[in-house]
């Protein structure tokens, strides 16, 4: 069970646009920043989104990232087949002093 | 060219020690918090442990606290796990990461090292 929840999967077409959502508590996203991560099948994880809405350099800015509140989500516009991935949201933890992640959402781009 | 590169992993019995190690390279390692974040076969990310930069502060989620102890060696610029009294639930990729300077992401992350715990 994993302290940020994201839903298990989304899908969407070529070219749409998909969100991906990450809630989590006022000890976690609510007081810190929010990252996004992307992760390929059989590979590291790589930095998306830093700081709730910030791109790496690298990043295309057809990826983007909003927080609200204890929630923050993740927007994918003009979808490729090569976006398909899972994602996951990560934040510090201030009660549990630790670093959490999301459960992770695997995106189809059907 | 920067990169972390993690070594050490391996099969061991349950109730056994390893230590994993995270080699550093193309920046100044002891500027940066390190992180090991590991993934269990088929499973999502768990962060496991943090140090600081100077290896002063370290942090570690409660499945692994007293159990594993993260380290660092600024003069090699690498970065240590030592893990003991494995259980299989243990069993994961490990991946290194760096912690991005004054935010709580990480920025960089190694290739993994797989541990596997069983009989």
């Known amino acids: 069970q994993s302290v940020l929840t994201q839903p298990p999967s989304v899908s969407a077409a070529p070219g749409q646009k998909v969100t991906i959502s990450c809630s989590g508590s006022?000890?976690?996203?609510?007081?810190?920043?929010v990252s996004w991560y992307q992760q390929f099948p059989g590979t590291a994880p790589k930095l998306l989104i830093y700081?709730?809405?910030k791109r790496p350099s690298g990043i295309p800015d057809r990826f983007s990232g909003s927080k609200s509140g204890t929630s923050a989500t993740l927007g994918i516009t003009g979808l490729q087949t090569g976006d398909e991935a899972d994602y996951y949201c990560?934040?510090?933890?201030?009660?549990?002093?630790?670093?959490?992640f999301g459960g992770g959402t695997k995106l189809t781009v059907l | 060219e920067v990169q972390l590169l993690e070594s050490g992993g391996g099969l061991v019995q349950p109730g056994g020690s390893l230590r994993l190690s995270c080699a550093a390279s193309?920046?100044?390692?002891?500027?940066?918090?390190m992180n090991w974040v590991r993934q269990a076969p088929g499973k999502g990310l768990e962060w496991v442990s943090g140090?600081?930069?100077?290896?002063?502060?370290?942090y570690y989620a409660d499945s692994v606290k007293g159990r594993f102890t993260i380290s660092r060696d600024n003069s090699k610029n690498t970065l240590y796990l030592q893990m003991s009294s494995l259980r299989g639930e243990d069993t994961a990729v490990y991946f290194c990461?760096?912690?991005?300077?004054?935010?709580?992401?990480?920025?960089?992350w190694g290739q993994g090292t797989l541990v596997t715990v069983s009989s």
């Open positions: 140090l600081s930069g100077s290896g002063s502060h370290t």
């Open positions: 990560g934040t510090w933890d201030s009660s549990l002093s630790s670093g959490v």
């Open positions: 990461a760096r912690g991005a300077s004054g935010s709580s992401s990480l920025d960089l």
């Open positions: 700081d709730n809405n």
């Open positions: 193309g920046f100044t390692f002891s500027s940066y918090a």
């Open positions: 006022s000890s976690n996203i609510g007081n810190n920043y």
